[in-house]
């Protein structure tokens, strides 16, 4: 879960209004499967409930330095540091590629859809650059 910005005006200074990370956190595990009254078989890791577990690539400028680590997840981390994924016991992404799909094809499948889509549409000339788009902040 990443939570963009939470709009709040305390005094100021008076922080301990405010949502933490690791409420946050809580919030987006804990307390979501509490809402949805499955707290008894997820939301937690505890022996005999189901997990799926997404490891993060700490190792980039952002998350860095390397404390603070509920804060710079909640905060910092974005879908694009996840680097694998266990869906109940399951690995479906390992390193960033995803295992259960042939990715290749889907985005291909995809294009095949949208070029369709333009086509029908007769959207074509509105997915093409303009003469202007490169050098035209350029001064000659």
Same mark, same amino acid.
């Given at each position: 879960?990443? #939570?963009?910005?939470?709009?709040?005006?305390?005094?100021? /200074?008076?922080?301990?209004?405010?949502? $933490?990370?690791?409420?946050?956190?809580? =919030?987006?595990? &804990?307390? $979501?499967?509490?809402?949805?009254?499955?707290?008894?078989?997820?939301?937690?890791?505890? #022996?005999?409930?189901?997990?799926? *577990?997404?490891?993060?690539?700490?190792?980039?400028?952002?998350?860095?330095?390397?404390? =603070?680590?509920?804060? +710079?997840?909640?905060?910092?981390?974005? /879908?694009?540091?996840?680097?694998?994924?266990?869906?109940? /016991? +399951?690995?479906?992404?390992?390193?960033?590629?995803?295992?259960?799909?042939?990715?290749?094809? #889907? *985005?291909?499948?995809?294009?095949? #859809?949208?070029?369709? &889509?333009?086509?029908?549409?007769?959207?074509?000339?509105?997915?093409?650059?303009?003469?202007?788009?490169? /050098?035209?902040?350029?001064?000659?």
């Amino acid at each position: 879960a990443h #939570v963009e910005r939470i709009e709040v005006e305390p005094a100021e /200074g008076d922080f301990d209004r405010w949502i $933490s990370a690791s409420q946050s956190l809580t =919030m987006a595990t &804990f307390n $979501s499967a509490k809402a949805c009254r499955l707290d008894s078989v997820c939301g937690s890791l505890e #022996v005999g409930k189901k997990a799926d *577990l997404v490891t993060v690539d700490l190792f980039q400028p952002h998350l860095y330095p390397p404390d =603070m680590l509920i804060y +710079r997840l909640v905060y910092n981390a974005t /879908g694009a540091d996840v680097a694998d994924v266990t869906v109940s /016991g +399951r690995l479906v992404v390992e390193g960033r590629k995803i295992l259960t799909v042939d990715e290749a094809q #889907v *985005l291909e499948n995809a294009h095949t #859809v949208y070029r369709g &889509f333009v086509e029908r549409a007769q959207l074509a000339p509105y997915t093409r650059n303009s003469e202007r788009f490169w /050098g035209a902040a350029r001064a000659e």
